[in-house]
């Protein structure tokens, strides 16, 4: 089983970096997700980390260390349309391409 | 990545009675699963919609309530049967292709029973 645990709520400024964290505990550990979800909308998906390190993608990045069972999406220069909700999403080896989802952080980004 | 349509984009049902949700892939996928996303909650894995074969579900969540059919590599449904005011929730669809590939996801299909 999977225990995915990340901030319920967090408040940032526009312009500003946030960071948002997910750690987790898993028995087979094969990749975390990161998926953005506006309200009323389906989750869209953001970045995968399989191996330790960052990963950019423009504004996103995202980190992972298997050893600490922890990652981080961060957000630079955050934009209004930014406010959302981040799923953090563990993917096990022995369950194919099933994902267990974290409760997800809902991001409100103020002006 | 692929295109993922479901229909209905939502609905309101009788105590009782039973939808069908349809998921359609604009091309073949390896893999396909059902999820429910209850209000101010996140995904739950209903089951794995198995290609030629009975569904794979997850804890909680039984044949009988929850039927599902996967003709072909792009087409899925989702049945809520019998259903109950607990049922209310949003119902996505989501598709894989290839084994370190995301998965992407339907707009989903709010249900709402009175």
């Known amino acids: 089983g999977q225990n995915i645990d990340q901030p319920t709520e967090m408040t940032a400024t526009e312009g500003a970096i946030v960071q948002i964290n997910c750690t987790y505990q898993?028995?087979?550990?094969?990749?975390l997700f990161w998926y953005q979800q506006h309200a009323g909308e389906a989750p869209t998906f953001l970045s995968y980390?399989?191996?330790?390190g960052l990963e950019e993608k423009g504004r996103f990045s995202s980190f992972l260390s298997r050893s600490k069972g922890y990652s981080y999406l961060l957000l630079k220069e955050l934009q209004m349309k930014d406010s959302a909700s981040y799923l953090c999403a563990v993917r096990e080896w022995n369950a194919g391409n099933m994902l267990t989802f974290g409760g997800g952080t809902r991001l409100m980004v103020k002006p | 990545s692929a295109v993922i349509s479901q229909k209905p984009s939502r609905d309101i049902c009788q105590r009782g009675t039973s939808l069908t949700i349809q998921c359609q892939v604009d091309?073949?996928?390896?893999?396909m699963f059902w999820y429910r996303q209850q209000p101010g909650q996140s995904l739950t894995l209903i089951a794995t919609a198995n290609q030629g074969s009975e569904a794979t579900y997850e804890s909680g969540f039984v044949i009988d309530k929850f039927p599902i059919s996967r003709p072909n590599l792009t087409f899925s449904t989702l049945t809520v049967s019998n259903m109950s005011p607990e049922d209310s929730s949003i119902y996505l669809c989501?598709?894989?292709?290839?084994?370190?590939?995301?998965?992407?996801f339907g707009d989903g299909t709010r249900l709402s029973i009175l």
């Open positions: 091309s073949q996928v390896t893999m």
């Open positions: 989501s598709a894989v292709d290839g084994s370190n590939q995301p998965q992407h």
């Open positions: 898993t028995s087979g550990f094969n990749g």
């Open positions: 980390n399989v191996l330790d």
